[in-house]
């Protein structure tokens, strides 16, 4: 079955940088778009952003716009987030999700048909 596999989360000081990566496993990953959301305790699981199959669209959410990217290496089937300029507010759980609908909004939950375990980003101040 279709496995998405998170890495690189941690804790760091606000201000501070992690990547994350998704490695994808029997899924056909250059015919997905891939996404990024999280859900911080107590919280409704939110968009953070995605990119398209051949990586030319990208979306974010206006929180994270300026400070994270998103890129994805179809050769590696991985997908990876750069996030920058991290505040406390940042903090959650972080999941990577695959999907084949992109439309002309931002991208929602119900776009993505697979999902990953997710990585816990905690921000300190």
């Known amino acids: 079955q279709v496995q998405l596999v998170e890495s690189g989360g941690g804790l760091v000081q606000a201000g501070g940088s992690l990547r994350l990566s998704c490695a994808a496993s029997r899924l056909a990953f250059s015919n997905y778009n891939m996404g990024w959301f999280r859900q911080a305790p107590g919280k409704e699981r939110e968009f953070v952003t995605a990119?398209?199959?051949?990586?030319?669209?990208?979306a974010f959410a206006d929180s994270v716009k300026g400070r994270f990217t998103i890129s994805r290496d179809n050769a590696k089937n991985t997908v990876y987030l750069q996030m920058g300029s991290l505040k406390p507010e940042d903090t959650a759980n972080y999941y990577c999700?695959?999907?084949?609908?992109?439309?002309?909004?931002?991208?929602?939950?119900?776009?993505?048909?697979?999902w990953g375990q997710g990585t816990q980003v905690t921000v300190s101040s």
């Open positions: 990119i398209s199959r051949s990586g030319g669209m990208v």
């Open positions: 999700a695959a999907g084949l609908s992109w439309g002309l909004r931002l991208p929602i939950a119900a776009d993505f048909h697979f």
